[in-house]
């Protein structure tokens, strides 16, 4: 597996914070893998008492792995605190959020507390996958599903193929593919991995509009070594002009290869059982 670009996590916080308000109302594509997601634990009998939903978000999978598992503590983390305040009280009557405010490759949870981890639309955010499913692996107890969403090298091809009539600069994440996630899983001491995916091609009527999607569930490039300068209007001409000709009846097409991922926790990890400190958001 080659190693990935690593990620200004400052800016990746900081653009899904900016996000938080207006998340939902762009957010189509992610509720309907997330719903998708949800559906694969009717094949899971389970009853835990603990669950993890890894990069939480606004709080889709809190509450869809709450409303399968109602006896079950259901905790949110992201890395953008103002997501999290979207996030439902632990009870109607609770002033406190089920939600922790930290970074996904150092889990705030003790070793083989979870009893199954969720995570819809996240682990492409890691430029560490070992590191973050190391984690996984160690809160995980022996037994527990790690069911995920995640994207793959074909999505978001049209920006990726816009941007090269530009120039050279990467402009979109490199994504892993099934293969090398699989074999990271297995790394990291996670059982029995089955892994499959899929394409969802989504059309707008204006370029205005696909941009208006991407930005308002915050996807930027967040490479640490991307370019720093503004985008000039020249060259913010032509990328628009490059992805609008890329237009089929009228409507521009944005690709997603949305890969899905389970493995089991088998109790034991690559990584050190540790004490974290909890940063909650209220």
């Given at each position: 597996m080659s190693a990935l670009p690593s990620f200004d996590l400052r800016r990746v916080r900081d653009r899904f914070n900016r996000a938080a308000t207006d998340y939902d109302r762009h957010?189509?594509?992610?509720?309907?893998?997330?719903?998708?997601?949800?559906?694969?634990?009717?094949?899971?009998?389970?009853?835990?008492?603990?669950?993890l939903d890894l990069g939480a978000g606004t709080?889709?999978?809190?509450?869809?792995?709450?409303?399968?598992?109602?006896?079950?503590?259901?905790?949110?983390?992201?890395?953008?605190?103002?997501m999290l305040r979207r996030l439902p009280r632990r009870r109607w009557w609770s002033p406190h959020r089920a939600a922790v405010a930290a970074d996904m490759h150092a889990l705030p949870f003790a070793g083989g507390s979870m009893d199954a981890v969720v995570s819809?639309?996240?682990?492409?955010?890691?430029?560490?996958?070992?590191?973050?499913?190391?984690?996984?692996?160690?809160?995980?107890?022996?037994?527990?599903?790690?069911?995920f969403t995640t994207l793959g090298p074909d999505s978001l091809q049209e920006i990726r193929c816009a941007w090269g009539e530009v120039d050279s600069t990467p402009h979109v994440h490199q994504f892993?593919?099934?293969?090398?996630?699989?074999?990271?899983?297995?790394?990291?001491?996670?059982?029995?991995?089955?892994?499959?995916?899929?394409?969802?091609?989504?059309?707008?009527?204006t370029v205005d509009a696909l941009l208006a999607d991407l930005r308002g569930v915050g996807v930027a490039n967040a490479q640490a070594g991307r370019a720093t300068g503004l985008t000039g209007p020249r060259a913010w001409r032509r990328f628009r002009e490059a992805l609008a000709a890329q237009a089929v009846d009228g409507r521009i097409p944005l690709s997603y290869e949305i890969v899905y991922g389970l493995a089991w926790g088998t109790g034991v990890s690559p990584v050190a059982d540790r004490a974290h400190g909890i940063v909650a958001a209220g």
């Open positions: 957010a189509a594509v992610q509720h309907e893998i997330g719903r998708r997601l949800d559906e694969r634990f009717d094949w899971l009998k389970l009853d835990p008492r603990r669950v709080g889709q999978m809190v509450r869809a792995m709450r409303e399968r598992y109602p006896n079950a503590d259901v905790v949110g983390l992201d890395l953008a605190e103002k819809n639309f996240a682990v492409q955010w890691s430029d560490r996958p070992a590191a973050l499913f190391g984690e996984v692996a160690r809160v995980s107890a022996s037994g527990a599903p790690f069911a892993l593919d099934m293969h090398d996630l699989g074999d990271a899983l297995v790394s990291a001491m996670l059982a029995d991995p089955v892994m499959d995916r899929e394409t969802i091609t989504v059309t707008y009527p």
